[in-house]
């Protein structure tokens, strides 16, 4: 039978963790835990696994009711993502104005007006078609920019236009971004 886990026991394990190369923490996960260590899981993730399960010993886990809580907004939330009603606040492409095909991107740089078609699969800028507005706008600066960035979709409130353009809030870089007349 397993000794149990004191209070101190844990502590003293967890500041030891910090010292334990991956093939130490891997036997230690599947000591805890059971299972063999997922493939591609880092040594960070391992050392907070294992604490976490630490201390879950010694205090005691979620309660069964939480657990059905946590599944069913996980649930929820995969559906949601899914059927696209939702999507993850805190990924740059969430804030991210959704292009359609026919929508024109307007953008002054170097003293010139840069036209840009929205088209399906992709961005007409002078004839060519690219794969990403990032691409676009490389190829209109010279350097690297990001595209969402570069044409203003990303500031806030960009408001959409009656005729379906885009005439995005504020100044990005040194010129302005104007929807097409």
Not at 116 to 121: A, N
Not at 143 to 167: D, H, K, N, V, Y
Request: net charge positive; charged share 25%.
């Amino acid at each position: 039978m397993a000794k149990r886990l004191t209070e101190a026991d844990v502590r003293r394990e967890i500041a030891e963790l910090e010292t334990k190369d991956i093939k130490s923490l891997q036997t230690r996960w599947r000591d805890l835990f059971k299972v063999p260590t997922p493939r591609g899981i880092r040594a960070p993730f391992l050392r907070r696994a294992i604490a976490y399960r630490l201390q879950e010993q010694v205090h005691g886990g979620l309660s069964s009711a939480t657990k059905r809580q946590l599944r069913k907004i996980a649930a929820a939330d995969h559906a949601a993502r899914i059927d696209g009603t939702v999507s993850d606040r805190h990924s740059s492409r969430a804030r991210q104005i959704k292009l359609s095909p026919g929508t024109q991107l307007v953008r002054e740089w170097d003293g010139q007006t840069e036209v840009v078609d929205v088209v399906r699969g992709g961005y007409v800028w002078c004839g060519k078609t690219y794969s990403t507005l990032s691409a676009v706008a490389s190829a209109i600066t010279g350097t690297r920019w990001s595209g969402p960035r570069f044409f203003g979709l990303t500031a806030p409130r960009a408001p959409i236009t009656q005729r379906g353009r885009i005439e995005p809030a504020g100044n990005v870089g040194n010129d302005q971004t104007e929807a097409a007349q």
